[in-house]
């Protein structure tokens, strides 16, 4: 079964950016839809951002502009690129597939706070 290990998380301002990397166990079909799903204390976790084969990508509302999601087949790898960040990102991010399969990674923190 494979596994999800995020990295890249982190206590930044608001204003700043972090990229955030998601190493898969195994290959992971490019037709397979994967996303980045974040889940804020005493909320439901959301899908964030999504991406199939090369430039089909999804955002929610709230981070369009500011949020780019990559992949890069040959090193299995998802990646979120995060700009601007605002206090209401404040949230642990997971990478998985859409939709949301297994109990998912460890995640990782993104803090952003002055």
């Known amino acids: 079964q494979v596994r999800f290990v995020e990295s890249g998380g982190g206590l930044v301002q608001p204003g700043g950016s972090l990229r955030l990397s998601c190493a898969a166990s195994e290959s992971i079909s490019s037709g397979v839809r994967m996303g980045w799903y974040r889940q804020a204390p005493g909320k439901q976790r959301e899908l964030v951002a999504s991406i199939t084969s090369g430039t089909s990508t999804n955002y929610i509302d709230s981070v369009k502009g500011r949020f780019t999601v990559s992949r890069d087949h040959a090193k299995n790898t998802l990646y979120l690129q995060m700009n601007s960040l605002k206090p209401e990102d404040t949230a642990v991010y997971y990478c998985?597939?859409?939709?949301?399969w297994g109990s998912g990674g460890q995640g990782t923190q993104v803090t952003v706070s002055s």
């Open positions: 998985n597939t859409v939709p949301f």
